[in-house]
């Protein structure tokens, strides 16, 4: 049982860094699932930290650290680069300064939806539910996207029993959204069956 539970921890978690990376890949245009977020991709693919976060490689992440950083101190209210630079630091695992820039950036653009959504993944990170529960209860009031709901459903879920029926609710938005992908729906479905046999994350 606990490695079926640590299993599905693994594999939501996975789901929600990709949420976040494909929110972002929307503000360059690219239509996977279905976004029109439009903030941060744009710097990230100027100085190339898209395929430092697809590599992973240390030495890419560092270098577009420093791009970033650079960028930043020129102007500190440069909402691409405090974007940038919270995705750089969820994917090094240190979500406590990814919330920093995140939540700077949405200081700046507090519309802006897949800010927010980065912002409530690096709360969720932080332990921090309640939090990130209102990141993405704000996100859904400026967009009612089905990663939103996804990751909404995934903060619930961490919350059993407590909250079983607002994270059953947030899967069915996501499985009731004709926009939401094929992938999305079926991580939103394992999701609520995992949810229904009490083993969700």
Known sequence: MT???????????RTAVFL??????????VAL???????LIEALHKTNAGRALERGTEEERTEETM??????K????????LSGLGHIFLHSNDPARAETFFARAVKLSPGDSAL???????????GRLAEAE???QHALQHEHDAESHYLLAVVYARQLPEKKMQ???????????AKASAILRGHAQSLKDSIMNNSAP
């Open 3 to 13: 490695a079926g539970i640590d299993m599905n921890r693994g594999a939501a978690r």
């Open 20 to 29: 976040v990376i494909i929110g972002c890949l929307a503000m360059l245009g």
């Open 33 to 39: 699932y279905h976004l029109a977020d439009a903030t």
């Open 67 to 72: 791009k970033l950083m650079r960028a930043l």
């Open 74 to 81: 020129d102007n500190p209210h440069d909402v691409r680069a």
């Open 116 to 126: 927010l959504r980065g912002l409530a993944f690096a709360q969720m990170e932080n």
């Open 134 to 136: 209102i990141s993405l």
């Open 167 to 177: 994270a059953i609710q947030q899967c069915d938005a996501v499985l009731a959204d």
